[in-house]
């Protein structure tokens, strides 16, 4: 048994839709599918998310909200009317966005509620589609399949208790299709995954039906070993951890979210990431352990950018007792999480995702650090991309991290920091983010084409 979910590029259009549709006949495996807001058509498009911020930030600014609810319904519109639905839809969708605006007085969950509304009427067209083939389908709210959440909004997190509510589904003859992005708080109320978050819904709903595989349809036929979009033809990836896949996720495979192996690795579900506009292709598979671990040691490099590191310098540092804990106190009181924490005996760094600080928090915090911890001196670094290699071959083969100094030495590309995780899976440099490509490009020749 299948859940497959479809991704924004997936269902931007009625001719995707389409492609989305002869998918899931072909294969009664299928039995449960997750969907995402329209995505892009071309380059230049927004995604449906997008627009629907838009009509929070003009309402929140007392704007007219009129052109923003007609761009978002325009493109459902085309869809419909392409597909041959029901004009009901439209009326329905138009209502369900005005209540929000007029009900919901929490600005955050007001954002909540408004982009859920992307996946959300995405599910009752594809359902209804599915439904006019002759399908037995059906669209599922989150909140009857039983997908409970934290309570903190654009952020939420699964609640377990909601496997047991859908495990309620198992073995039902009706093919359910479920808005991804969202669950519902305890209390009732909408609250989205981060962006990006369909990944994870489908995660939960292939572990809550106990899915043999979770198929996840995007628009590449593979992972490849570093972002196409970066590197010219990338090397296509067969199988790779979930270990390896979660660290490069995280910074910068956009592909399959971080989060979403969470529900799967435990119980060991494989996600198979397809393309939908290539079914035929077996794509790659996402696994607890593959078998070319001595063919590839490193699996894949990716590159992350917009990061500020903060380093201090005090003699005998390391033996101050609880000078750590007390830096560490600083950020925890900003409520900023950290990245990497590189140290040697008489200094130690902090690199933070600068979108992490709000304006002028940086020169509070340097001030903090000198008021409570008075260094010798605090050095502040911006603008720093990371460089981050991965391989669960890491461990066993010697030169790996010289590969990598020697492909950043060759292109004159100066070293800020190296951090090998505690994992052993994974090595990261630190580098100006000006440098970032050069890197990217000099790092893939190294350790794939030499
Ligand atoms: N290593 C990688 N391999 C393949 N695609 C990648 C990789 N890293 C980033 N991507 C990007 O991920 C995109 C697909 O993810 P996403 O935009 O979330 O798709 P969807 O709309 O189907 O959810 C690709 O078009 C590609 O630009
Ligand atoms: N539509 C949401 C959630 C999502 O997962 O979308 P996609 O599958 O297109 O990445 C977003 O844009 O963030």
Known sequence: MKVAKFGGSSLSSAGQIRKVATIIKNDPEIRAVVVSAPGKREEADTKVTDLLIALFTNH??????????DSILTRYQLIVEELGLSDGLID?????????????????????????????????????????????????SPKDAGIVVTDEPSNAQLLPESYDYLKQLIGSDTLYVIPGFFGYSKKGDIVTFP????????????????????????????????HPGHVRNPHAINAITY????????????????????????????????????????????????SDVNDYPVIGISSDEGF??????????????????????????HNISIEHIPS???????????????????????????????????Q??????????????????????????????????????????????????????KDQKKALAGLYEKYFNA
Do not use: C
């Not at 929140?60 to 609810?69: F, T």
């Not at 991965?390 to 590309?413: D, H, P, Q, W, Y």
């Open 308 to 333: 500020t590191s903060i380093t201090l310098r005090q003699y005998l540092l390391n033996r101050e007792v609880g000078y750590t804990r007390r830096l560490l106190q600083i950020f925890e009181d």
């Open 195 to 226: 962006r990006g978050g369909s990944d994870i819904t489908g995660a939960i709903v292939a572990r809550g039906l106990e899915a043999d595989v979770y198929e996840n349809f995007t628009d590449q036929s593979y992972i490849f070993s570093a």
């Open 380 to 433: 502040i670094e911006e603008d720093l991309a990371m460089m981050v290699i991965v391989g669960e071959g890491m461990r066993e083969v010697t030169g790996l991290a010289n590969k990598a100094t020697s492909a950043l030495a060759e292109n004159n590309i100066n070293i800020r920091m190296i951090n090998q995780g505690a994992s052993e899976i994974s090595m990261i440099f630190a580098i100006a983010m």
């Open 92 to 140: 329905r969708f138009e209502r369900t966005l005005r209540s929000y605006l007029n009900n919901i007085k929490d600005d955050a969950r007001l954002l909540d509620a408004l982009k859920s509304a992307g996946e959300d009427f995405n599910a009752q067209v594809v359902s209804d589609y599915l439904v006019s083939l002759g399908l037995k389908a059906a669209y599922l």
């Open 243 to 290: 270990r390896e896949m979660r660290e490069l996720s995280y910074s910068g495979f956009s592909i399959f979210h971080d989060e979403a192996l969470e529900p799967l690795y435990q119980v060991k579900i494989p996600v198979q990431i397809k393309n939908t506009n290539e079914p035929e292709i077996d794509g790659t598979r996402i696994v607890a352990e593959r």
């Open 60 to 69: 929140l600014a007392g704007l007219n909200v009129q052109p923003a609810i």
């Open 344 to 378: 040697g005996i008489d200094n130690i760094s902090i690199i933070i995702r600068s979108h992490r600080l709000k304006e002028n928090e940086l020169q509070q915090i340097v001030q903090e650090i000198q008021d409570k911890l008075n260094p010798e001196w605090v």
